[in-house]
């Protein structure tokens, strides 16, 4: 612990009232600049920001918005770039994790929302991320119902494989890889969603179509392509490696060498 | 107030089979015809909304998040119970429905714990079909691990995020559906009431987050899967935005809230830093696994840990419940830090904390044996109090985790309301006054998955689809009060916050009716609690408007509602004589043992909303233990 010192900051905060357009991103949105003192090196950054909001409604100003909600690194709700990173600087920690102590006393601080085109700015901090759930309903499932599953051990699986897959699925969906590319792919996510259900044996009857429609899904949303840079290994609070992206590529390969389905829609029943 | 458990008949292993064939089905050509409103994302309410939409169900899936995927099951660390014995060390269905009982305190209906025991195998089934990557062995057969002090290993577990694994599993089936349109999912959409239409519930007031409109859908049945109210002590380990509006204006609405006092308090969280802290973060109870709990002999021994000797420390679990040690219950293990505590013998700055050890650990088992089972839990420990939990011990303190309490419900899960269907967290049924670790995640999929697609189509076969549309003059008035009340929140202009006011309630019900409460106290608290409500619809401040996203706006809302339940939780905890479970009496104790008093309380109460929580009529639902015998439960 730290005792009893407090930190004096400097904020400088996008302030955002309209929604962003395809026309126009940036609405009215610009940085402000706050001075905020008594900041404890044992808060995490969103206590900062509530304190500072405390303020702000206290002199009668609008307190900033910002999604958070757990607070405890798992639900991927909080997403600011601190210093033009996301997250800010401490690797593997989401916002809600990193603490005042990361920053010296005096620190001037750039907040801004997330950038992407396919996440649009909702108001100051907040993006829509509701691209990545439609990528998702587009194929990143095991096609089972309810009630139709076999017992769980007559699926053996090397524990290598559940490893490998464990480590794409702890992706929080948080969009910290969009924001760090400078093409804002969302390659890093959508390969972790192909990467998970790739190393399980029942993920894999339908991997040819879940990589072509993960891929179709993710073009049409406007997120931009991989060109190798690794920003988005570097930013993931859950440091997800870059080989789900080479995973990926290469299950989409594959499923364009296999011959597609003839039709997926049933001609006439059962009888 | 007519509460009938509709207990079916047969013996408690036949009882779900006999209830499955008693009730009606939807012909399935039917099925498409009739409408679910599905309240919550969570493992409940994402599994529900799947679930009933593979049924042929029309569903929309309400979350107040910006993604169904975030709800706050995903938080949950160390894993889920099922009866499937694989370790052959004599487990079973009936094992882990007598350990729920007990573990309860005697306070659950049995007939639903069986149920729940029984279905816990089909939710592993479920999960690793959807590809939920559950710790394996070398062989490649499921892992487990024994947790929460049961004496066998049927535990389930993915590292250290079970919740979050599950919840994508939940949420996976859900975009599935969503991606077919069988489910309209509407997220950063909250609900504000319940629409009731000829004594049925026929549909939802929703606020659309993002442009304030408020906005009714009908339906021919709602499903609430809304969570716990943990935050009414404005501390704990849920998430922020984590409330009890919905629930609590259903039972505004007519609907029974039962046992609201039995709140869970977890042993180990790690302990307040300062008055800026806005939540608290659990730290998995697996850990007391391999952690031994203690404090220094000494009061007020203020050397660091490594320089106290053994024969200066206090293990106080091991020495006070040999057998358990310190894998005590929840309940027990709260309170025996609190004890520790109030002698002065509490550790840290504060005073309010006791450490978690894993020394003994490593030179046992080294330090990568411990980093492979908990290697992320530290991780997380170090990054909020950068301390090092390899080289010192922890500290933890007991904070507010879960609520058992909650929406009265019937063996089908429905409420006093017909139509009103409480699913997971935010009904009352399945884990007495206090609930085992690796539960909660077990119970909200199986209400989800398993029980309510069964149990809707028991109502709905009795109701003409679509008989109620959207036009009913009920429709309009429940949305023009919830307009009214969004009107007047923005209108006080105060001078107070709604966190300033938040953090005063949750100072009320923490020292008042947190883990132990007395008469006085309690009393104390009511009047306090009802000034501070006063106070609030005087003086809060609320600034922006309605028309776009406003933080405080919402949870001003919040906070209304939890100004009204504090006051009725209070009263619950008053009147309910005898310490059992996660409720503890300081008038029924017996040297710090909670004394429960099954003559008088062997029931679960169920309050009737009368116009305020002080009006509130509390009922009885006698539980009858026919294959579990009612004892004092020991973990000595």
Request: glycine letters at 10%; charged letters at 25%.
């Amino acid at each position: 612990m730290t005792g009893n010192t407090t930190m004096k900051l400097i904020l400088h905060v996008w302030r955002q009232q309209k929604r962003s357009t395809a026309a126009d991103f940036k609405q009215d949105g610009r940085m402000v600049r706050y001075e905020l003192d008594g900041v404890s090196p044992d808060m995490s950054f969103l206590e900062m920001l509530d304190v500072l909001n405390e303020r702000l409604i206290r002199k009668g100003e609008e307190p900033i918005v910002f999604d958070h909600d757990c607070r405890e690194g798992i639900c991927g709700s909080c997403s600011l770039m601190i210093d033009g990173e996301p997250h800010g600087p401490q690797s593997g920690t989401t916002t809600c994790q990193l603490h005042m102590r990361s920053f010296r006393d005096g620190a001037e601080i750039w907040i801004e929302p997330w950038r992407a085109k396919a996440f649009p700015v909702v108001k100051d901090l907040m993006v829509d991320r509701s691209a990545f759930d439609r990528v998702v309903q587009a194929g990143a499932f095991i096609s089972v119902n309810t009630g139709v599953s076999q017992d769980a051990n007559a699926i053996p699986v090397p524990k290598a494989d559940a490893d490998r897959a464990f480590d794409a699925a702890t992706c929080i969906g948080c969009g910290a890889c969009v924001a760090a590319c400078k093409n804002a792919s969302a390659m890093l996510f959508v390969g972790a969603k192909v990467s998970h259900f790739l190393h399980l044996p029942q993920g894999r009857v339908e991997r040819e179509t879940r990589a072509r429609n993960l891929v179709a899904a993710m073009d049409k949303e406007g997120f931009g392509n991989c060109t190798n840079q690794n920003e988005c290994q570097a930013a993931c609070p859950k440091e997800i490696p870059v080989r789900v992206i080479a995973e990926m590529n290469r299950e989409f390969l594959r499923a364009k060498a296999v011959e597609e389905p003839p039709s997926k829609k049933r001609v006439g029943g059962d009888g | 107030m007519k509460l009938d458990s509709k207990i079916p008949s047969g013996a408690i292993h036949e009882k779900w089979s006999n209830r499955k064939f008693e009730l009606k089905l939807v012909n399935p050509a039917n099925k498409r015809k009739y409408k679910v409103l599905v309240v919550g994302s969570g493992l409940a309410g994402a599994s529900a909304a799947a679930s009933l939409a593979e049924l042929g169900y029309q569903v929309e899936c309400f979350c107040f998040q910006d993604s169904p995927r975030r709800a706050h099951s995903i938080a949950a660390q160390g894993g889920i119970n099922a009866a499937k014995n694989y370790r052959n060390d004599g487990d079973s269905v009936y094992r882990l429905f007598y350990d729920t009982v007990k573990g309860g305190d005697f306070r659950a209906r049995e007939a639903n714990v069986y149920r729940l025991a029984e279905l816990s195998v089909n939710i592993i089934d479920q999960a690793v079909a959807q590809g939920v990557p559950f710790a394996r062995e070398y062989g490649g057969l499921l892992d487990n691990r024994s947790f929460g002090g049961a004496q066998v290993s049927r535990t389930f577990y993915a590292r250290g995020q079970t919740g979050q694994q599950l919840l994508l599993g939940a949420y996976a089936a859900l975009s599935r559906q969503i991606g077919q349109r069988a489910v309209k999912m509407f997220p950063r959409t909250e609900m504000l009431d319940v629409v009731v239409v000829d004594g049925h519930a026929k549909g939802i007031v929703v606020r659309d987050l993002q442009t304030g409109e408020i906005r009714t859908h009908a339906a021919d049945a709602v499903v609430l899967c809304t969570g716990g109210y943990g935050n009414v002590f404005y501390l704990s380990t849920n998430a922020k935005n984590c409330n009890v509006t919905a629930t609590w204006r259903a039972h505004r609405r007519g609907a029974g809230f039962a046992n609201p006092c039995y709140t869970q308090i977890h042993p180990t969280c790690i302990p307040v830093s300062g008055d800026h802290q806005s939540k608290l973060t659990l730290m998995s109870e697996s850990l007391r696994n391999d952690g031994r709990v203690w404090v220094p002999l000494k009061k007020g021994d203020k050397r660091k840990a490594a320089d106290i000797p053994d024969n200066e420390r206090d293990y106080y679990l091991e020495r006070k419940y040999p057998s358990f040690g310190n894998l005590a219950p929840r309940d027990i293990a709260s309170r025996a830090a609190m004890t520790v505590c109030d002698e002065g013998r509490g550790i840290g700055d504060t005073g309010l904390g006791v450490y978690l050890d894993f020394r003994d650990s490593i030179q046992r088992l080294g330090k990568d044996a411990i980093a492979a089972r908990y290697g992320n839990l530290f991780h997380m420990y170090a990054k909020i109090t950068a301390e090092d939990p390899y080289s010192q011990p922890m500290r933890i303190f007991p904070a507010v985790h879960y609520t058992m309490g909650g929406l009265w419900v019937d063996y089908d899960l429905q409420s006093t309301i017909p139509g009103l269907f409480v699913c997971g967290e935010a009904n009352f049924s399945d884990h007495g006054a206090n609930r085992l670790g690796a539960s909660a995640l077990m119970q909200g999929l199986a209400d989800g998955y398993f029980v309510i697609p069964y149990t809707i189509g028991g109502y709905l076969a009795g109701q003409k689809p679509g008989s109620v549309d959207g036009k009913r003059p009920e429709f309009a008035q429940a949305a023009a009060n919830v307009a009214e009340m969004t009107k007047r929140l923005l209108g006080i202009k105060g001078k107070r916050t709604v966190d300033d006011f938040h953090r005063t309630l949750g100072k009320i019900m923490w020292s008042k009716c947190g883990m132990a409460r007395s008469e006085k106290g309690l009393k104390e608290a009511i009047a306090a609690i009802q000034a501070l409500r006063g106070e609030f619809w005087q003086d809060v401040r609320v600034l922006g408007d309605g028309m776009t996203i406003n933080q405080s706006l919402e949870k001003a809302g919040r906070v209304a509602d939890f100004l009204e339940f504090g006051e009725l939780m209070c009263r619950d905890a008053l009147e309910r004589r005898e310490s059992c479970g996660g409720h503890f009496r300081d008038e029924w104790q017996d040297d710090g043992e909670a004394r429960r008093d099954d003559q008088n309380f062997c029931h679960a109460a169920v309050w009737e909303h009368k116009g305020a929580p002080k009006d509130a009529v509390r009922h009885q639902e006698q539980l009858h233990f026919e294959n579990v015998h009612l004892a004092v439960r020991s973990y000595k």
